[in-house]
């Protein structure tokens, strides 16, 4: 422990408090057996496959149907949580309205709602049959069973992401910015889009990266509603599960690879976002 | 432009920031609203400029009754405490910026808008800044940006929120002369929000004393200060020695001491509290004196033009509600000639003594 | 990745709508706010109720029939002794990793945090794939385990192993900000007044950072007792032995006993509305601790 101590070269006037050897020690050792070795073996399986071999896997025409439907649906869903999560955190921080706090401890949700579950309700909603499903029907839109189920489950799923980081932003905005520019005779819409939209934008797109990284690796709440047919309504992590019930091990690690390379990208993005949200709205000073 | 705020109430649930106030602000003057915190002054400030509404009572602003106007159409210019400044603008876009959301008629064009911005940032000589960024200015040119954010918009009127209260001593002082200076260049109709009677005193043609929601006193620097009107403008400005009494004739009794008064002011038996401002008091050494409230010297402190004394109330004082200290500024020949010994038993005797009835006060 | 939960006070919307400043016109604010209801009700509220609804549908016999059937009692059992090992074990691990990292300055900080939060971007799917990948009987462990008769896939510890890595991060990404805002100096001081390392832990950090425990412990759970994806690859879906809730919910539902499996659902619905109620209680406990201190 004293030699990983040694190494991250905590400076010596932080060294007074006792334990870092002990709690970094445990903290890597536990990182590494449960995580990095874990997720390590999905690069190193999927070496097994020649590079060639590799591509075909990853570009077969059902594989590519998925990822467009993934990617697809996920980033239209992020879409529509940053417009109506700004409008509910708008409407949480600055309208008084019954019902307030329990809307705003219900956005929570679909962190608190097993998927499974999430998924099972909202089937039984959009279906032909359902509350909402046979209002739509007669409209001519289905919505369970299509493309358009997945996008509804993906939406559900990313519902408290914009409205989480937006909100604490909105309640730390200074009302005096609001003032001054209303003194300076600037009209609302003109404040909003000047002076209120530049401050939460780096919180907005943050919420976004984080509503579509969720949502590309979404499994539990999607597979309910989404009807499953190849080429049409397939997620990408069903092409995993698929390749694992045929016992194809290689073929599911090498789109695992895929989806794992996105989430790092992604995952490097939501942090210089954060950084630039954190710069943009003076909370590091 | 002349601003006149006719009988206005405003109420923060129990809380009343606004008792009725009516007060008259003559064009061109540098008016500085005084009192302590929770007073009502940046209420009333806000009040004036629209951000608040009042309960009752008009805002007039040259002679047009603006109560209903928003405060974008009131052509204010406000100056918040902490500035306000948009952080995602350089310093040239805020001082712009009130320019830019003219309506298009209106809105003068990019070039125009570029000379008053740089005729307004050298105003307040910060020209070589019209590139930073808010994060990168030290306070006092935050300040200084603010105002002339402000002022970009020609306002008919300049309103500045405890304009130098998050600025530390030395920048303070500075930008006071400044803005004294700015004032006396631009002639803006000017209201200033403080609870630095010393700050007040220096810059303001005015002063506006307010307490609890009230207009305790309105009257120039001089007057305010050696006049005051109230117990609490008495308190207010400036270090004050209390000594509670009743009215007798051409005295006033102080327990079983008896002090010279004109007897302006008070009823014969009223019960009544003095106030005397440190330089207003003398010291007699002298055991058979029999003038003056008796006290005892704890602390000389002899350096500078003046030298200050500082007593004790003999015992019991406290018991009795009354005060426990007093404090007294003579010259330093004054000192010398006393010749006081920590400990020594004195009188004190005012020149001159104001009272005020028990109540009031 | 989640931002399930920075504790944080709420304003009183009051002085945004008494200020002439910050007040929209009427029907801007009823645009809004109408648009943001609707899209509540819609995407949150309905499938709740729903939830409920179906579960009710027919009746309460049947409702309760289907909870005490032996299947759904044992998935009940398997979901709570999974949680009851998933979640201690990252409780330990997020203090310990909290102390290390908020208490102390070293190279590589950032990007530690960084990997401390890798769960939550990897899909619960992946999450599955890699503990197959390790002890399936094609993997890395595959033959050794069968060869001294261990099973870890298909199996109990597998759901545990998955179950852990996906609710990694909660606690410790709810500590670590928590415990940086606080700073040093109280743990300096009783480590000056003579306290060792488990006394100061102990009577000066721990009482500190309660609520933000909790908070963590409270997410942890909930996602430990829902988790679905992540399970469903190394479950096996063995009825009665290796079903948790979640997936005893999906074998009713692809059965097409709709009944039985809202009803198992409404109790995992229960549980997220109790983990909300939780969650709205400590913030509220939090933010009365920080008005206390100010």
């Not at chain 1, 604490?168 to 003194?183: C, G, H, K, Q, V």
Request: with cysteine; aromatic share 10%.
């Amino acid at each position: 422990m004293s030699a990983v101590a040694a190494f991250f070269n905590p400076t010596r006037q932080t060294r007074v408090l006792p334990g870092f050897g002990l709690s970094i020690g445990y903290t890597l050792v536990y990182l590494s057996l449960l995580v990095l070795i874990p997720l390590s073996a999905v690069f190193l399986k999927s070496a097994e496959l020649s590079l060639a071999q590799f591509w075909d896997v990853v570009t077969a025409p059902r594989v590519v149907a998925s990822y467009k439907l993934s990617f697809g649906a996920s980033l239209l869903a992020a879409a529509i949580n940053a417009v109506f999560g700004l409008a509910l955190a708008w409407a949480l921080v600055r309208y008084r309205f019954p019902g307030k706090k329990l809307i705003d401890a219900l956005v929570d949700l679909p962190f608190a709602l097993p998927t499974a579950v999430a998924g099972i309700a909202l089937t039984a909603l959009y279906a032909g049959n359902g509350w909402v499903g046979s209002l739509l029907e007669p409209l001519g839109i289905k919505v369970a069973f299509t493309p358009l189920g997945v996008l509804v489950a993906l939406v559900f799923i990313g519902v408290p992401f914009v409205v989480r980081t937006v909100q604490p932003i909105l309640e730390d905005l200074e009302t005096e910015l609001e003032e001054a520019a209303a003194s300076l005779g600037a009209h609302r819409w003109t404040t909003f889009r000047r002076v209120i939209l530049p401050i939460l934008t780096p919180a907005l797109l943050t919420g976004f990266a984080l509503a579509f990284a969720r949502a590309v690796g979404e499994y539990g709440s999607v597979i309910f509603i989404a009807g499953n047919m190849p080429m049409v309504s397939e997620i990408t992590p069903l092409m995993i599960i698929t390749k694992l019930e045929q016992y194809d091990y290689v073929g599911a690690t090498a789109i695992a690879v895929v989806m794992l390379v996105l989430s790092f990208v992604l995952l490097l993005v939501i942090n210089l976002l954060q950084a630039w949200s954190a710069k943009a709205t003076g909370r590091n000073r | 432009m002349s601003i006149q705020v006719q009988d206005i109430h405003k109420q923060f649930g129990n809380f009343t920031a606004l008792d009725h106030v009516t007060l008259d602000f003559p064009t061109g003057e540098l008016v500085a609203l005084l009192g302590p915190s929770g007073c009502g002054k940046t209420t009333l400030l806000r009040v004036i400029a629209g951000l608040e509404t009042a309960d009752s009572g008009r805002v007039i602003l040259e002679g047009e009754d603006a109560s209903g106007t928003h405060v974008r159409e009131r052509q204010v210019g406000f100056v918040f405490q902490h500035y306000a400044l948009f952080r995602h603008m350089s310093v040239f876009e805020n001082v712009a910026f009130g320019l830019r959301v003219k309506p298009r008629k209106e809105r003068p064009n990019e070039a125009e808008i570029r000379k008053r911005v740089h005729r307004l940032l050298e105003l307040v000589q910060l020209d070589w800044l019209a590139d930073r960024y808010p994060s990168q200015l030290s306070g006092g040119q935050r300040q200084r940006i603010a105002l002339a954010r402000a002022l970009a918009v020609e306002p008919r009127v300049l309103l500045l929120d405890e304009p130098f209260g998050a600025l530390d001593a030395k920048v303070r002082k500075e930008l006071r002369r400044w803005l004294r200076h700015l004032h006396d260049e631009l002639h803006v109709t000017s209201i200033f929000v403080t609870h630095d009677q010393e700050e007040a005193l220096e810059v303001a043609d005015r002063v506006v004393l307010m307490n609890k929601g009230r207009v305790e006193q309105v009257g120039t620097p001089q007057e305010v200060y050696e006049h005051p009107a109230t117990p609490f403008v008495y308190g207010f400005l400036g270090a004050v020695n209390l000594f509670h009494g009743r009215v007798d004739g051409e005295h006033v009794q102080v327990g079983d001491a008896v002090l010279p008064h004109d007897g302006r002011d008070a009823d014969h038996g009223a019960e009544v509290v003095g106030f005397a401002r440190p330089h207003e008091l003398d010291i007699v050494t002298d055991p058979a004196a029999t003038a003056g409230v008796a006290a005892v010297v704890s602390r000389v402190l002899a350096f500078g033009a003046s030298a200050r004394v500082e007593l004790d109330a003999l015992e019991g004082a406290a018991e009795r509600g009354e005060p426990t200290h007093y404090e007294v500024v003579l010259t330093r020949e004054r000192v010398t000639e006393l010749a006081l010994t920590e400990g020594q038993q004195v009188r004190l005797v005012p020149s001159s003594l104001r009272v005020f009835p028990r109540e009031a006060a | 990745m989640a931002v399930a939960g920075v504790l944080h006070g709420r304003v009183d919307a009051r002085r945004f709508e008494t200020n002439a400043a910050t007040r929209e016109s009427p029907w801007v604010r009823r645009t809004i706010l109408g648009a943001a209801l609707a899209f509540f009700a819609l995407f949150l509220l309905l499938p709740l109720v729903a939830v409920f609804f179906e579960a009710l549908r027919k009746g309460w016999g049947t409702y309760l029939t289907a909870l005490s059937d032996a299947d759904a009692l044992a998935a009940i059992k398997l979901t709570l002794i999974t949680a009851l090992v998933a979640v201690p074990l990252n409780l330990v691990f997020g203090v310990a990793a909290a102390w290390a990292i908020a208490k102390f300055q070293f190279r590589g900080k950032h990007f530690l945090t960084t990997l401390i939060d890798l769960p939550f971007s990897v899909s619960p799917v992946i999450a599955g794939l890699i503990f197959v990948l390790l002890f399936g009987a094609q993997g890395w462990f595959g033959e050794w385990l069968s060869a001294h008769d261990i099973k870890i896939v298909f199996a109990v510890p597998g759901i545990v192993l998955a179950t852990v890595f996906v609710t990694f991060p909660f606690v410790a990404r709810e500590l670590i900000p928590l415990m940086e805002a606080q700073g040093r100096e109280e743990e300096e001081a009783a480590t000056v007044l003579g306290a060792n390392g488990f006394q100061t832990f102990w009577r000066v950090t721990l009482p500190n950072i309660k609520w933000g425990l909790l908070y963590g412990v409270i997410l942890c759970n909930a996602r430990a007792m829902g988790e679905f994806g992540a399970v469903s690859v190394v479950s096996g879906h063995i009825r009665g032995l290796t079903n948790t809730m979640p997936l005893h919910v999906e074998i009713l539902y692809n059965e097409y006993n709709f009944a039985a499996a809202f009803a198992v659902a409404s109790l995992l619905a229960l549980l997220a509305l109790v983990t909300l109620g939780l969650k709205t209680f400590i913030e509220w406990k939090a933010s009365q601790a920080v008005k206390e201190t100010d």
